[in-house]
């Protein structure tokens, strides 16, 4: 039987620098869910999340490379897509 799961995740720190990541994906990906953990905070998406960079720096109020996601990045699941305006991952079906 072959799984037909598309669900893309990321895994980031629960600490402050990542709570505007978190906002900024909750606000670009509506069918993102998130779930808080102690160390960690896990956001599934069906087929593709992404994090815009214009919506972090509206939230942190400071330019934002999304090169700085690997700070707190724990895990991730999915095909990664970057250039300098978003960091993403997506799943074909």
């Known amino acids: 039987m072959v799984n037909k799961n598309n669900n893309v995740y990321i895994a980031l720190q629960n600490n402050e620098e990542s709570r505007p990541l978190i906002e900024a994906i909750e606000h670009d990906n509506s069918d993102a869910r998130v779930e808080f953990y102690p160390a960690m905070v896990k956001i599934d ?20 490379d999304p090169q700085e ?25």
Request: glycine share 8%; proline share 2%.
């Open 45 to 64: 998406a069906p087929g593709r999340l992404v994090i815009r960079r214009e919506t972090v720096e509206d939230l942190i109020g400071r330019d934002w």
């Open 69 to 93: 996601i690997h700070i707190n990045l724990i895990s991730l699941s999915g095909n990664v897509i970057e250039d300098e305006d978003q960091f993403g991952l997506e799943r074909a079906n």
